[in-house]
């Protein structure tokens, strides 16, 4: 037994290594993941056609998915690379990778956002190089996957000639279908629970979150495992609507706004006029 456990903390460690991320929560994802209800059209592109584009929502879950991804073929002996794209300088250096990478041998690249993290980072190499990409890697024996906000995904669309051929491999998380049912939801924390060293603070919760959860309070992943990091700082009932509230507004309002980025100009502007004179048109409606 310890042992095998000593080997499985090594294999762990690798992985932690070649993808160049020790966050706690990788190294456990086999414990903490719980799929999302595209997992299995995501894990078939991938199987069948070597890539998968993850889009959606914010805090929906695609980096947690990706790296699942990774570590799924890491254990069947691809290499792992993730190719991150946090800050601006991150994905100058991706789009270098981009242009250069030729596939290898049983290789997993994970490209985060190389078209913009929060809005579409318009870069000529990419949008020329990234087609022929896809099609190079289609018939080798890599896999890709990339991950990118709804908003920032449909704007690099606009700027690529013949992106319908992207489609098939095209796979959406978000909050309206929704991929993550409020079971799974629960899943996520008990999960925090199992892994987590206060547990006695994670079952004085538990009802609450759930019927948080119930209340569609609390709609995405990242919003449950960022308030079940956070229960320590919580001391009241007060306290911890006020939290969930802070996180829900945050939450939507990134949706909102990568909804109203898609938006023509004309609507846009239209929804100006209607915010600037919307009291007295209400006024008007009630004379």
Not at 20 to 38: A, Q, R, S, T
Not at 102 to 126: A, H, L, M, S
Not at 164 to 188: A, C, G, R
């Amino acid at each position: 037994f310890i042992e095998d456990d000593i080997m499985s903390n090594r294999a762990s460690y690798d992985f932690l290594q070649l993808i160049g991320n020790n966050n706690i929560g990788y190294k456990l994802i086999d414990n903490l993941f719980v799929e999302p209800n595209e997992y299995l059209q995501i894990k078939s592109s991938l199987e069948d056609k070597n890539i998968v584009f993850i889009v959606g929502d914010p805090g929906i879950g695609k980096t947690y998915t990706a790296v699942k991804l990774l570590h799924e073929y890491y254990k069947e002996g691809y290499k792992p690379i993730w190719v991150m794209g946090m800050s601006k300088e991150d994905r100058e250096l991706q789009s270098t990778k981009i242009m250069n990478y030729e596939p290898n041998e049983k290789e997993i690249v994970y490209f985060e956002d190389p078209f913009g993290r929060t809005q579409f980072e318009r870069r000529d190499d990419v949008l020329q190089i990234f087609l022929p990409l896809l099609d190079k890697i289609k018939h080798s024996h890599s896999k890709l996957v990339v991950t990118s906000r709804s908003n920032v995904f449909q704007s690099f669309k606009n700027e690529v000639p013949h992106s319908e051929l992207m489609n098939e491999y095209v796979e959406t998380l978000n909050i309206q279908k929704p991929s993550y049912s409020k079971d799974k939801l629960k899943q996520i924390y008990e999960n925090l629970c199992k892994v987590g060293a206060n547990t006695e603070l994670y079952d004085k919760w538990r009802n609450s979150i759930y019927l948080a959860i119930d209340r569609n309070q609390l709609i995405t992943p990242i919003m449950v495992t960022q308030l079940a990091a956070n229960l320590q700082t919580i001391t009241t009932n007060k306290q911890f609507w006020e939290r969930i509230f802070l996180l829900k507004s945050n939450n939507l309002l990134m949706v909102v706004m990568n909804e109203l980025k898609q938006l023509s100009i004309p609507s846009r502007i239209l929804l100006f006029i209607m915010f600037l004179h919307g009291r007295y048109l209400v006024k008007l409606s009630t004379i």
